[in-house]
């Protein structure tokens, strides 16, 4: 009989007890490529432990085409006590190393590794990519947050190594003249669907290589790169729907020109060229402060303003520069989206002004990142009248109970005359893997502030 796979501690396969059991096993009389799609839903670590069940199970998982490497239990004991990270790191990449000897997969749908891993796992990493393209992997994700959120310290971060694409092979060339030659393998890449890269360094020269030579990407997610400099995204042959780059600090220039991309969320909207993207829907920016976004992407002109569907904006500072601010017209807009820091009982009346300008907009969510809130006895402010004909609901999501977010609250109640339900969370939205258990004091003020606001016709839904 074939040995049973044995993993060490956390990442161990769990043997489950033997049962009796007497009542026909129709599951297992299944054919093998059906019970194989059945594992295929099921986490690398699950799928694993059926081989316990009987003999006619013990082999099926090593075919499994989804490798999912989750490592979030030993991630929550990582970010309680960082010491344990080294001894995890080496737990995982025997975890890992012994999976993939025991793979029998052709072909991988999806190949993610999940861990806080860095640089002094360089080689293992580049071998496991190896393995993976190999397979003619359709989606590709490392997320190698430190402590599973945070990006790792430049000089740590895991390098995606180039030459397993060939491009060392043209060093030194333009990368207009390299972009579209290929390695001598391929064809191993050209599976590609979705890649998501957290925490590691990837070039430009990479991300395009993939956008030219991967006829099938879809979507690509870039964070933390810090060798990332300069990236285009050009051409109306390229399949991508979906690009995500987020504080890459490096980043010089973001070229979006001619291409069918969908949405698109970016922290250098400074450093972002967009022109001529007729499919573009929804734009999520942040990372710097409102005038700074706003002075980005008012730049975009009506022509891509006008055709946003959804548009999210996390800034710091506060909002009342917006005041001031005239907003071009957001015509079809159904969806805003504004993060920004609660600074003791700094008014939210601004977002208001943007409101204005959407015609369309069905609902507006407003995130606040807790920074020193303070509730004061300040009067309610009045925001300027303004009929919303078709918002139907408001979330406030890190709600504290101060003086500004009861009078955002009453500006909609006056003039939403469609509004139908107000969610209000009052979690802080600051940035966590987990959500936080709400604060007891600000449900309270909730509850006391906006039950009697709030008129019976409307669902008020406080989490």
């Not at 008014?347 to 809130?373: D, M, N, R, Y």
């Not at 893997?433 to 709400?438: D, G, S």
């Amino acid at each position: 009989m074939a040995k049973r796979p044995q993993l060490s501690n956390n990442f161990a396969l769990k043997k489950c007890s033997r049962r009796a059991c007497t009542a026909e096993d129709r599951i297992s009389q299944l054919p093998d490529d059906i019970l194989v799609h059945i594992l295929s839903f099921l986490s690398v670590k699950e799928a694993a432990d059926t081989s316990v069940l009987s003999k006619r199970w013990l082999p099926l998982w090593r075919f499994v085409p989804r490798l999912d490497f989750d490592a979030t239990k030993q991630l929550d004991e990582v970010a309680v006590d960082q010491k344990l990270q080294k001894r995890y790191m080496k737990k995982y990449v025997r975890w890992v190393n012994r999976t993939l000897r025991m793979c029998k997969a052709q072909r991988l749908d999806q190949f993610r590794v999940r861990f806080d891993l860095n640089a002094l796992a360089q080689h293992e990493i580049d071998k496991w990519l190896e393995f993976a393209f190999a397979r003619q992997v359709q989606r590709l994700e490392l997320d190698l947050l430190e402590g599973g959120e945070r990006i790792q310290a430049s000089d740590y971060c895991y390098t995606f190594p180039a030459q397993l694409l060939g491009l060392n092979h043209y060093a030194g060339q333009p990368l207009s003249n390299n972009v579209h030659k290929l390695p001598p393998l391929w064809h191993n890449f050209k599976s590609v669907k979705v890649l998501l890269f957290k925490s590691v360094h990837v070039t430009g020269e990479v991300l395009e290589f993939f956008l030219h030579n991967c006829p099938f990407v879809e979507e690509m997610v870039v964070h933390g790169s810090g060798t990332l400099v300069n990236l285009e995204v050009v051409g109306p042959s390229l399949k991508l729907k979906h690009l995500e780059i987020w504080f890459c600090l490096g980043l010089k220039s973001l070229k979006i020109c001619d291409t069918n991309i969908v949405t698109l969320r970016t922290s250098s909207a400074h450093k972002l060229l967009l022109s001529n993207v007729p499919m573009l829907i929804e734009v999520d920016v942040g990372g710097h402060p409102f005038r700074h976004i706003l002075d980005t992407i008012v730049p975009w002109g009506s022509c891509i303003l006008s055709q946003l569907e959804v548009l999210k904006i996390h800034a710091y500072g506060g909002l009342e520069y917006l005041e001031h601010y005239k907003f071009p017209e957001l015509t079809k807009l159904k969806k805003f989206v504004v993060e920004v820091l609660a600074k003791e009982d700094m008014s939210v009346l601004g977002c208001t002004h943007v409101i204005g300008a959407a015609p369309q907009l069905k609902e507006f969510e407003l995130k606040l990142l807790w920074v020193l809130p303070l509730r004061s006895e300040r009067e309610c402010r009045k925001a300027v009248r303004c009929p919303l004909h078709h918002l139907k609901v408001l979330r406030l999501s890190g709600y504290y109970g101060r003086t500004s977010e009861v009078e955002l609250v009453r500006y909609f109640l006056e003039n939403a005359m469609l509004l139908e339900k107000i969610i209000v969370d009052p979690c802080s939205q600051n940035v966590h893997r987990h959500r936080v258990a709400p604060d007891e004091i600000a449900r309270n003020f909730a509850k006391l502030q906006l039950e009697g606001e709030v008129p019976p016709h409307i669902q008020l839904l406080i989490l």
